[in-house]
């Protein structure tokens, strides 16, 4: 609403970045919302700041932003939401044409008075034309797992053409976010003009939005399988690609991998010890208005990332914690857990409840990844729509399993353990002794996602002090996109976690990554254990231990915190415990 009336730049900027702060804050923010003294300690947070937060939190409102609201229709913000219409062109409209809403603005481009606004020719209006039907098929963002591999694919496609050098994707995506709003490919080539024409030729493209020298941007379609969850239906995704410089490359990427609150900490570094940065290098401040890379100018840093940090005196700071929270106290580069550092899936299902692969496929394929440990866990009786196994059902699974574990031998350790139903009162779906039998429990809410917050806290909390429960599974139950799921108050759960040896689990489906990112960054700064686990119902899901990685390294996981990178000594010592 200050963008919409105009208002100083810096004000606006102080209100963006105190809610960047706060929406990756990651601890019980209500109970320090009262006192601004705590308040202020968290970065972004200035006084005024601060006692806004306070006014809401005592009273349910904020002053300003009631008096803000009589003065902004609440149909710009919909106009916001147009790609290529940004607060400055809304503005425009809203005072020199009257246009408040979505209606108002087709209004507009019907009778031609919207090219009577600045800088507002032919070329413009047809692109916002084209943002407004590509909206009907489009949504606000894309999970991680529909848009990495449509990153990899166009990846794969540009390298065939044989004249690149370089490639990979930056933005969001690189971070690692559960979900992007598009993709950025970044490409060093020895022929930008045949990059540039492949790229906009590739397989999907629906429409091409800008074909530049060094940029060019299309709109690409896909059909998005969201597995046991159904279709996720024809989704489209902007796409832009930019040909760097080999010499620029590291600096390229750090500038577009961003995050763009990170970037302008590293520029402010640079300024402070005589450098500029830029994404096509790091140069000696001088008095030329020029850029220093348009003069020629040989750059300090900028072949890599790692040469870029180092030349500011920085540790290499990897990409998914780019987010200008701690990274900055940082001294050296962090150990964070790695794919290749899982040795073990402590969540999996057969044919028994809704998985599609065989107790026998099921343990091959945990061979075929160098696994040394698989733990069956398939559903419990009250999950009777995914075939639940009742006490009768599982006892016959055991017999199978000590079967399986003669045929396999040494090359792998088989778990016989449940996904058990965590009941809407907290109480378990198996009796204790039933539980006790069980090699592993991993306890996940199913059913009762809507519940309210205090009650959904005493629900997770019964099941996490459990003493035979190891693993809490996907805590709030969420299905991004479609279901918000549990909203319980996760330090509580943390605590109880920490104190009774449970590890929480980052459920790696594209669909789930639940836990979410800042509460495992808490998890781990309390000293709670973290399992990435698959969820595995089909080989596929096997794939998906990749978005778990993501998610688990934007939460500073290292792999002495993930019980799955554990050696089978210990991560079988750790189980016994609870036994």
Same mark, same amino acid.
């Given at each position: 609403m200050l963008e919409l009336l105009g208002e100083d730049k810096f004000r606006i900027n102080a209100h963006a970045r105190a809610a960047r702060s706060l929406e990756g804050?990651?601890?019980?923010?209500?109970?320090?919302?009262?006192?601004?003294?705590?308040?202020?300690?968290?970065?972004?947070? %200035?006084?005024?700041? #601060?006692?806004?937060?306070?006014?809401?939190?005592?009273?349910?409102?904020?002053?300003?932003?009631?008096?803000?609201?009589?003065?902004?229709? !609440?149909?710009?913000f919909d106009l916001l939401a147009v790609p290529g219409l940004g607060p400055k062109t809304v503005r425009a409209m809203w005072d020199s044409l009257g246009v408040t809403s979505m209606e108002g603005l087709q209004r507009?481009?019907?009778?031609?008075?919207?090219?009577?606004?600045?800088?507002?020719?032919?070329?413009a209006v047809e692109k916002i034309k084209a943002s407004l039907a590509f909206m009907t098929s489009s949504g606000e963002r894309i999970q991680l797992g529909l848009a990495w591999p449509l990153a990899e694919r166009l990846m794969e496609y540009l390298r065939e053409s044989g004249s690149i050098e370089a490639v990979a994707f930056a933005g969001s995506l690189r971070r690692g976010r559960d979900t992007v709003g598009d993709i950025d490919l970044l490409v060093s080539t020895s022929d930008p003009p045949a990059a540039g024409e492949r790229f906009r030729s590739a397989p999907g493209v629906d429409e091409v939005l800008a074909a530049g020298e060094s940029k060019s941007s299309v709109r690409? #379609?896909?059909?998005?399988?969201g597995g046991r969850w159904g279709s996720e239906g024809r989704r489209g995704l902007q796409v832009d690609l930019r040909i760097v410089p080999r010499e620029s490359w590291g600096a390229a990427l750090m500038y577009f991998t961003g995050s763009k609150e990170h970037n302008v900490r590293l520029r402010e570094q640079a300024l402070r010890q005589g450098y500029t940065l830029n994404e096509y290098g790091l140069y000696p401040v001088d008095d030329?208005?020029?850029?220093?890379?348009?003069? %020629?100018?040989?750059?300090? #840093?900028? #072949?890599?990332?790692?040469?870029?940090? %180092?030349?500011?005196?920085?540790?290499?700071?990897?990409?998914?914690? !780019?987010?200008?929270?701690?990274?900055?106290?940082?001294?050296?580069?962090p150990d964070l857990v790695e794919a290749e550092a899982i040795k073990a899936e402590l969540h999996a299902h057969t044919t028994e409840s809704d998985g599609r692969l065989s107790l026998d496929q099921l343990v091959q394929a945990a061979i075929n990844r160098g696994f040394h440990t698989i733990a069956v866990t398939d559903h419990s009786k009250s999950s009777f729509q995914a075939r639940g196994l009742d006490a009768e059902r599982l006892h016959a699974q055991r017999e199978a399993i000590e079967r399986a574990r003669e045929r396999f031998g040494t090359q792998i350790t088989i778990l016989h353990g449940s996904e058990v139903d965590i009941l809407p009162d907290g109480s378990l779906d198996f009796d204790d002794q039933t539980l006790a039998w069980l090699d592993i429990v991993v306890a996940s809410p199913h059913a009762s996602l809507s519940q309210d917050g205090a009650t959904a806290t005493a629900r997770l909390l019964r099941a996490v002090s459990h003493p035979l429960v190891h693993v809490l599974g996907h805590p709030s139950g969420r299905v991004l996109?479609? !279901?918000?799921?549990?909203?319980?108050?996760?330090?509580?759960?943390?605590?109880?976690?920490?104190?009774?040896?449970?590890?929480?689990?980052?459920?790696?489906?594209?669909?789930?990554?639940?836990?979410?990112?800042?509460?495992?960054?808490?998890?781990?700064?309390?000293?709670?254990n973290i399992a990435i686990n698959c969820d595995v119902h089909s080989l596929e899901d096997f794939d998906n231990l990749r978005y778990g990685i993501a998610t688990a390294r934007r939460g500073w996981v290292t792999p002495k915190e993930c019980v799955n990178t554990w050696s089978a000594d210990e991560l079988h010592a750790w189980l016994r415990k609870k036994r």
């Amino acid at each position: 609403m200050l963008e919409l009336l105009g208002e100083d730049k810096f004000r606006i900027n102080a209100h963006a970045r105190a809610a960047r702060s706060l929406e990756g804050y990651a601890g019980p923010l209500e109970a320090i919302a009262g006192e601004p003294g705590k308040l202020r300690e968290i970065p972004g947070v %200035g006084p005024k700041m #601060a006692d806004k937060i306070a006014e809401l939190h005592k009273t349910g409102t904020i002053r300003e932003h009631a008096e803000l609201s009589a003065r902004v229709p !609440r149909g710009l913000f919909d106009l916001l939401a147009v790609p290529g219409l940004g607060p400055k062109t809304v503005r425009a409209m809203w005072d020199s044409l009257g246009v408040t809403s979505m209606e108002g603005l087709q209004r507009v481009i019907n009778d031609g008075s919207i090219l009577t606004l600045p800088r507002m020719g032919e070329k413009a209006v047809e692109k916002i034309k084209a943002s407004l039907a590509f909206m009907t098929s489009s949504g606000e963002r894309i999970q991680l797992g529909l848009a990495w591999p449509l990153a990899e694919r166009l990846m794969e496609y540009l390298r065939e053409s044989g004249s690149i050098e370089a490639v990979a994707f930056a933005g969001s995506l690189r971070r690692g976010r559960d979900t992007v709003g598009d993709i950025d490919l970044l490409v060093s080539t020895s022929d930008p003009p045949a990059a540039g024409e492949r790229f906009r030729s590739a397989p999907g493209v629906d429409e091409v939005l800008a074909a530049g020298e060094s940029k060019s941007s299309v709109r690409i #379609a896909l059909e998005a399988d969201g597995g046991r969850w159904g279709s996720e239906g024809r989704r489209g995704l902007q796409v832009d690609l930019r040909i760097v410089p080999r010499e620029s490359w590291g600096a390229a990427l750090m500038y577009f991998t961003g995050s763009k609150e990170h970037n302008v900490r590293l520029r402010e570094q640079a300024l402070r010890q005589g450098y500029t940065l830029n994404e096509y290098g790091l140069y000696p401040v001088d008095d030329e208005a020029t850029p220093p890379h348009r003069r %020629g100018v040989p750059p300090v #840093a900028g #072949a890599s990332e790692e040469e870029v940090y %180092g030349a500011l005196g920085l540790p290499f700071i990897p990409p998914e914690i !780019r987010e200008d929270h701690e990274e900055w106290s940082l001294r050296e580069t962090p150990d964070l857990v790695e794919a290749e550092a899982i040795k073990a899936e402590l969540h999996a299902h057969t044919t028994e409840s809704d998985g599609r692969l065989s107790l026998d496929q099921l343990v091959q394929a945990a061979i075929n990844r160098g696994f040394h440990t698989i733990a069956v866990t398939d559903h419990s009786k009250s999950s009777f729509q995914a075939r639940g196994l009742d006490a009768e059902r599982l006892h016959a699974q055991r017999e199978a399993i000590e079967r399986a574990r003669e045929r396999f031998g040494t090359q792998i350790t088989i778990l016989h353990g449940s996904e058990v139903d965590i009941l809407p009162d907290g109480s378990l779906d198996f009796d204790d002794q039933t539980l006790a039998w069980l090699d592993i429990v991993v306890a996940s809410p199913h059913a009762s996602l809507s519940q309210d917050g205090a009650t959904a806290t005493a629900r997770l909390l019964r099941a996490v002090s459990h003493p035979l429960v190891h693993v809490l599974g996907h805590p709030s139950g969420r299905v991004l996109g479609r !279901r918000k799921g549990l909203e319980p108050a996760i330090d509580e759960i943390i605590a109880a976690a920490v104190e009774h040896g449970t590890a929480l689990e980052i459920n790696a489906h594209w669909l789930r990554l639940d836990l979410r990112d800042v509460h495992v960054r808490s998890a781990v700064e309390a000293g709670a254990n973290i399992a990435i686990n698959c969820d595995v119902h089909s080989l596929e899901d096997f794939d998906n231990l990749r978005y778990g990685i993501a998610t688990a390294r934007r939460g500073w996981v290292t792999p002495k915190e993930c019980v799955n990178t554990w050696s089978a000594d210990e991560l079988h010592a750790w189980l016994r415990k609870k036994r």
